[in-house]
């Protein structure tokens, strides 16, 4: 599904890599995009200082156990950082990936409607960093930019799985230029699943360094992707991304000097989604590489609605706390550094299923990462929830009567 044209100033650093070593392997193409990895390194490393004094100094921080801006509706229980932690730090990141992508790449019908809704999404996610903006504000500028891209050339006309022809109408049409294109159902499937997957990654967000390792992770997975079928943009885009990603993890893991806050976690996720259908314009590559999001995301929403019964989605969707998967792995003891490790170990485990397999051996790594994810988030959240009930029984005053 890659339309995109790349302009001179990419072809002229992917041509510039000429090391005799891998010159003439299998290897050579994926080398090519050493100087664009380079580039996202060195953005990130000069960026994420910069981004953390200015946070610092006009006061747009996390601060532990208490509500940010003073907000009804934020749970300062789900604050788990050690001290005031400057946020914004995805603006490091996020905001180089709209820089290159103008260009790096050609203004066309594909490429703008992309600028499009990662500038919304990116001044949305910046501005509730800085004002704690309510659950129907993020949503709205999340549903936004999925439309932006709904509506453009890039669409979801099949599900792999099954064979599931999404594209029963389509209507093309032109809009200030730029050629547009809606695929009914398929891209009302599209929107829903790119809202579904930027907050199941988002959420991922609750100890330091998660998000960032396996953002990490997901992008060079996804490299791997779009080298392997000529994705120019998908490769391009992840490898930048990946490379801007591995410094910051350093100022993310425990204890955090920065944190990537909205301004990166809601962006991650879009990205993640946006990237894989560009790279294969398959569903379940993006279902393999969330896996264990999604997972703890389908568990969590059906936990709170079961809990707290919300009228409407848009009150379940404000509801919030210390009941994700990493939450849960905390509450069984293990450190936040071995977290982090963990998590990614899971994320390239069954991630790697995506880029392993090809034809009907797909079905079944699907059906396998699904179950295996299933297990785990269940399996962590029973013995976290015993273990919580254990201590509450030794803390009861009856328990001292107990024999």
Not at 214 to 220: D, H, T
Not at 248 to 275: D, E, H, N, R
Not at 334 to 352: C, D, K, M, P
Request: some cysteine.
């Amino acid at each position: 599904m890659d339309m995109s044209t790349a302009t001179e100033i990419l072809n002229k650093i992917l041509s510039s890599f000429n090391l005799a070593l891998f010159e003439g392997t299998q290897y050579f193409k994926y080398f090519q995009y050493l100087y664009v990895f380079l580039i996202g390194f060195v953005c990130s490393l000069v960026l994420t200082p910069i981004v953390g004094q200015l946070a610092l100094k006009y006061d747009i921080t996390y601060k532990p156990g208490v509500k940010r801006k003073g907000k009804s509706f934020d749970n300062e229980e789900k604050a788990l950082h050690e001290g005031i932690t400057p946020a914004l730090g995805g603006l490091a990141i996020t905001v180089p990936a709209l820089i290159i992508t103008c260009l790096f790449f050609k203004m066309d019908s594909f490429t703008i409607p992309i600028i499009c809704a990662l500038l919304v999404l990116i001044i949305g996610s910046a501005l509730d960093d800085i004002f704690n903006l309510p659950a129907k504000t993020q949503f709205l500028y999340q549903f936004i930019s999925a439309v932006i891209i709904a509506f453009s050339v890039i669409n979801l006309t099949n599900l792999s799985f099954g064979n599931i022809n999404l594209d029963m109408y389509t209507w093309n049409f032109s809009l200030f230029g730029i050629q547009q294109s809606v695929v009914f159902p398929g891209d009302i499937l599209l929107i829903i699943w790119m809202i579904i997957c930027t907050n199941a990654f988002k959420w991922t967000a609750g100890s330091p360094g998660i998000i960032e390792a396996n953002s990490l992770i997901i992008f060079l997975l996804i490299f791997i992707l779009g080298v392997r079928f000529n994705s120019v943009f998908a490769s391009t885009i992840s490898i930048f991304m990946a490379g801007g990603l591995l410094i910051f993890l350093v100022f993310a893991m425990p204890p955090q000097k920065i944190m990537t806050g909205s301004a990166g976690k809601s962006v991650y996720g879009f990205m993640i989604c946006l990237l894989s259908i560009i790279a294969d314009a398959k569903f379940s590559t993006t279902v393999m590489l969330l896996i264990v999001p999604l997972i703890d995301f389908a568990y969590v929403i059906i936990k709170r609605y079961i809990t707290y019964k919300p009228k409407n989605p848009l009150d379940l969707m404000k509801i919030n706390g210390p009941d994700h998967f990493q939450h849960q792995l905390m509450a069984l003891g293990i450190g936040r550094r071995n977290i982090v490790l963990l998590e990614a170990g899971i994320t390239l485990f069954l991630g790697s299923f995506a880029i392993l397999s090809t034809g009907a051996m797909r079905y079944f790594a699907l059906i396998l990462t699904t179950g295996l994810a299933l297990i785990l988030v269940v399996v962590m959240h029973i013995l976290s929830s015993r273990k919580k009930k254990m201590e509450e029984k030794k803390k009861s005053p009856e328990s001292k009567y107990s024999y």
